[in-house]
């Protein structure tokens, strides 16, 4: 074996040659093309070498002394979900759900429209219970023999002002006062007015004050009305000379009984003259 003095500075070519020891401890002259065949064909037994991750969908593969990695395209990938107005989006770890949104501020039904048409053309979303389906029946279904009317809202109004206005369901109670009481037996509203009314009378005027007069209590809350007293003596009148006004009231009473005593004293005076002259005209003793 030749005895190396000094190194070539410039690079190994494929014609120059090596010396190396086989396994037995011999010497061989090997060509530098020859061993970079080896190496090659030895680094190129990987060629079925692969490790996948399906589920992020990457995969890693060796071909051809390269090491490739194959990934989803970030062009197709979903980044992120947000839902707005009607639609609700809930996150849970890598997954998103997404549903419509039934209750709270904005959900689907305030983002429908105004439904303008015919009543008769309008249908309803139901769920039967016992297959937890979905179906729509149209309003004709419904269990009512009259689903028609054009009262919207009910008010009551009295002449002070309006009461609350009832639109879907509400109750009108209707209270007695001053003599009336309302009472509810089963489905009938009763309405009774007890014949006396309430209040504060302010004041009573005589229309003629030479006929009637009137009085009030001090609380208000009774009234008199009586004739106008007549000056007439109490008492039994056998021969009396009455006058009555246009009222029809006994305005005075004259006693006539001195009349008729006199009446009598002279009828009792003719009398006794009538008898004296028919004693005188009987007498014979002339």
Same mark, same amino acid.
């Given at each position: 074996?030749?005895?190396?003095?000094? *190194?070539? @500075?410039?690079?190994?070519?494929?014609?120059?040659?090596?010396?190396?020891?086989?396994? /037995?401890?011999?010497?061989?002259?090997?060509?530098?093309?020859?061993?970079?065949?080896?190496?090659?064909? @030895?680094?190129?037994?990987?060629?079925? *070498?692969?490790?996948?991750?399906?589920?992020?969908?990457?995969?890693?593969?060796?071909?051809?002394?390269?090491?490739? !990695?194959?990934?989803?395209?970030?062009?197709?990938?979903?980044? +992120?979900?947000?839902?707005?107005?009607?639609?609700?989006?809930?996150?849970?770890?890598?997954?998103?759900?997404?549903?419509?949104?039934?209750?709270?501020?904005?959900?689907?039904?305030?983002?429908?429209?105004?439904?303008?048409?015919?009543?008769?053309?309008?249908? #309803? *979303?139901?769920?039967?219970?016992?297959?937890?389906?979905?179906?729509?029946?149209?309003?004709?279904?419904?269990?009512?023999?009259?689903?028609?009317?054009?009262? /919207?809202?009910?008010? !009551?109004?009295?002449?002070?002002? /309006?009461?609350?206005?009832?639109?879907? @369901?509400?109750?009108?109670?209707?209270?007695?006062?001053?003599?009336?009481? /309302?009472?509810?037996?089963?489905?009938?509203?009763?309405?009774?007015?007890?014949?006396?009314?309430?209040?504060?009378?302010? +004041?009573?005027?005589?229309?003629?004050?030479?006929?009637?007069?009137?009085?009030? +209590?001090?609380?208000?809350?009774?009234? @008199?009305?009586?004739?106008?007293?007549?000056?007439?003596?109490?008492?039994?009148?056998? #021969?009396?000379?009455?006058?009555?006004?246009?009222?029809?009231?006994?305005?005075?009473?004259?006693?006539?009984?001195?009349?008729?005593?006199?009446?009598?004293?002279?009828?009792?005076?003719?009398?006794?003259?009538?008898?004296?002259?028919?004693? +005188?005209?009987?007498?014979?003793?002339?």
């Amino acid at each position: 074996m030749a005895r190396i003095t000094n *190194f070539p @500075s410039s690079a190994a070519q494929p014609a120059d040659f090596v010396i190396g020891s086989s396994p /037995t401890g011999g010497s061989k002259k090997m060509s530098v093309g020859s061993i970079a065949s080896l190496v090659r064909d @030895s680094i190129n037994t990987l060629n079925n *070498f692969s490790v996948s991750n399906s589920d992020n969908g990457y995969t890693l593969a060796w071909s051809n002394n390269t090491l490739s !990695i194959n990934g989803p395209s970030i062009e197709d990938a979903i980044l +992120s979900v947000k839902g707005a107005g009607p639609v609700s989006v809930v996150t849970s770890e890598k997954n998103s759900f997404i549903s419509l949104k039934y209750s709270g501020a904005r959900n689907i039904i305030d983002a429908a429209g105004i439904y303008k048409g015919k009543t008769n053309n309008i249908n #309803f *979303f139901v769920e039967n219970k016992a297959k937890n389906e979905v179906k729509k029946i149209g309003i004709d279904k419904l269990p009512f023999t009259n689903n028609t009317g054009t009262v /919207t809202a009910v008010t !009551i109004a009295d002449e002070n002002g /309006t009461g609350k206005t009832i639109t879907e @369901s509400g109750t009108i109670n209707i209270k007695g006062g001053n003599g009336i009481t /309302t009472s509810m037996v089963g489905a009938d509203l009763t309405v009774e007015y007890l014949g006396k009314v309430g209040g504060t009378v302010n +004041s009573v005027i005589s229309l003629d004050e030479n006929v009637l007069l009137t009085s009030i +209590s001090q609380d208000g809350s009774e009234v @008199s009305i009586r004739p106008v007293k007549v000056p007439v003596r109490t008492g039994r009148y056998d #021969f009396a000379q009455v006058t009555v006004d246009n009222y029809g009231r006994v305005i005075k009473i004259e006693d006539q009984k001195h009349i008729i005593d006199a009446l009598v004293e002279r009828i009792e005076a003719l009398e006794s003259q009538i008898q004296l002259q028919d004693e +005188s005209s009987t007498d014979t003793s002339n």
